[in-house]
């Protein structure tokens, strides 16, 4: 994810947030606020780990069961 896609990313978000400060209780502000945040990090997480590797051939990291 580029600095820009990031950025257009929030950006959608910002009305949201903004519309938050029409004086409803903190409970209701707070549940709203995390829903917001977490649809971002999801959609930040999902194209991050979805960018494939320059190298088709490249090996995943394994990691050593111990046995």
Do not use: C, H, P
């Amino acid at each position: 994810m580029t600095r820009e896609e990031f950025i257009e990313a929030a950006g959608k978000r910002y009305d949201r947030l903004q519309a938050l400060n029409d004086g409803r209780d903190f409970y209701d502000y707070e549940k709203e606020f995390i829903n917001i945040w977490e649809d971002l990090g999801r959609e930040v997480f999902e194209k991050n780990i979805n960018t494939a590797s320059e190298d088709r051939r490249k090996k995943k990291l394994a990691v050593a069961t111990g046995k």
